[in-house]
């Protein structure tokens, strides 16, 4: 047992790590915290595959959550170099619980993944890294695991995150340790990091950043957040040799400092503190229009009596319509009543105003996409295939009441078999084709011709009758003069 003092979590790994490299009997030296949940079957597998290792490895566990057992939170994790910071590698999740999901589906937990480092919630180092290397730096807490972690990585020792090897600890995201008084390690101890180890002239975009995270913590009224901030840059150009100096008493000034900001103090009792005003001030004019507030009792925003009751109905004379206070009128108080869109807020408050007249309803216009009206028309003939009347069917001539095509004069003709050639038994010089070539002109057809062709029984039924020329609908009318329309 060691008694010492409290130089921090890296100032007790550095102890543990000085221990094992003076007694020189240990293989290895195990980083873990102290409020973490332990199976030691995860200590004995990676203390086998350190054994079993080609090369001295450090031998990482994973991390779950100790409020929910079966949901993993660190599975490997690495450090952007471009801003610097640590994050799950990218292929990664930093929440996954395989309860909800099965081994065989997480297909990104069988990948073969390179880290970067191992947070030292539980970390097995060889002592032979640590007699090439040295001990973690003294900054108290934070970014010492990461930052030895790239120090070994650069000497040519990896870093394995086991499966099978694993401890319990607070999640990350049940926790913010970024705006108390670890705000000032967090910043100094990255700076420090990142000089030792970006890989971009002046870190990338470490310092953008760095800015950004002022501003946000500014704008969320963070000030003992933001005022911690200032020191700890100033105190990395100071340089290595003052870090020993202020580890056992630097945790003390903190906390002195952080005492004069309201939003770093503790109370038992909620009351201390001033009351939180819930009411917006009062919108630009109407500040002659609202009572006086009644008196309060003590500092902590209470009324001394009942709140003052809304006027009854029979008070109230009548209500004006608008904001401006008529004669005879009292305006009635909003406070019970809230309405938006700078709507009358006394309308609905002792006696209600009757709805304020609407425009009249229009007719509902005809919708664009209804389609035109089509103007009624004869359709074209269509080649029908005849077929036998029915038994009790009686042939009609629809189309007698219509326009015959192609006749100006509106009035309709029929040929009868005596005025028809072919009737006779003559032959007409275009029955083959309509004009004598046999090409097959069509010709204008009468309407009860042009009806019967779309009535195959009708046309049909006067084959013998009327102009019994037509054979097919493209044949020509022998009739010239009389047909032709």
């Keep these: 047992m060691i008694v010492r003092g409290n130089p921090g979590g890296s100032g007790g790994y550095a102890r543990g790590q000085l221990e094992s490299v003076r007694k020189g009997t240990a293989t290895y030296a195990l980083m873990m ?7 030691p079957e995860g200590v004995i597998r990676a203390v086998t595959f350190g054994d079993l290792a080609k090369r001295p490895t450090i031998v990482g566990g994973h991390m779950f959550s100790i409020y929910s057992r079966s949901r993993l939170h660190s599975f ?3 450090i952007q170099p471009w801003r610097f910071w640590w994050q799950t590698r990218l292929d990664g999740y930093s929440d996954w619980d395989p309860a909800a999901r099965n081994l065989r589906s997480s297909r990104w937990l069988h990948k073969r993944a390179d880290v970067d480092f191992n947070g030292w919630f539980m970390c097995l180092i060889p002592r032979r890294v640590l007699d090439e290397i040295g001990l973690s730096l003294p900054i108290f807490i934070k970014w010492d695991d990461s930052e030895f972690g790239l120090r070994a990585k650069e000497a040519g020792y990896p870093t394995v995150t086991f499966p099978g090897a694993a401890v319990w600890h607070v999640p990350w995201t049940d926790k913010n340790d970024g705006v108390d008084w670890q705000s000032y390690f967090h910043q100094r101890n990255r700076f420090i990091a990142a000089l030792l180890h970006s890989p971009y002239p002046r870190g990338g975009r470490m310092v953008r950043e760095s800015l950004n995270h002022q501003i946000k913590h500014l704008a969320s009224l963070q000030y003992s957040t933001a005022e911690l901030r200032h020191p700890a840059l100033e105190d990395v150009p100071a340089g290595p040799y003052t870090l020993h100096e202020a580890l056992p008493t630097k945790l003390a000034e903190i906390n002195a400092f952080r005492k004069q900001f309201s939003d770093a103090q503790l109370h038992a009792d909620r009351d201390d503190f001033k009351p939180v005003r819930r009411k917006k001030p009062p919108e630009e004019g109407q500040e002659r229009h609202r009572d006086p507030e009644p008196a309060r009792d003590d500092a902590r925003g209470r009324y001394g009596a009942d709140p003052p009751a809304p006027p009854a109905e029979a008070d109230v004379e009548g209500v004006p319509r608008g904001r401006a206070p008529r004669a005879g009128c009292r305006p009635v108080q909003p406070r019970e009543v809230r309405l938006g869109d700078r709507l009358d807020e006394r309308r609905l408050v002792g006696r209600a105003l009757p709805a304020r007249p609407r425009a009249l ?23 029908g295939v005849p077929r036998r009347p029915g038994r009790h069917h009686v042939p009609r001539s629809p189309g007698q009441d219509l326009r015959a095509p192609g006749n100006d004069h509106g009035d309709t003709h029929a040929c009868t078999p005596s005025q028809h050639p072919r009737a006779a038994g003559g032959a007409a010089p275009g029955a083959a084709g309509g004009d004598g070539t046999g090409r097959g002109r069509p010709s204008a057809l009468p309407a009860e011709d042009a009806g019967a062709q779309h009535d195959p029984v009708a046309t049909g039924a006067r084959r013998s009758g009327g102009c019994g020329a037509i054979s097919s609908p493209r044949s020509a009318c022998a009739c010239s003069t009389s047909c032709s329309g």
Excluded: F, K, N, Y
């Excluded at 915290?33 to 199976?39: F, P």
């Excluded at 216009?365 to 074209?380: F, I, W």
């Design 361 to 383: 309803p229009r007719p509902a216009q005809a919708h664009t996409r209804d389609p035109p009206s089509l103007q009624p028309g004869v359709a074209a003939p269509r080649r």
């Design 33 to 39: 915290d102290d409020d973490v949940v332990c199976e």
């Design 76 to 78: 490997g994790e690495i």
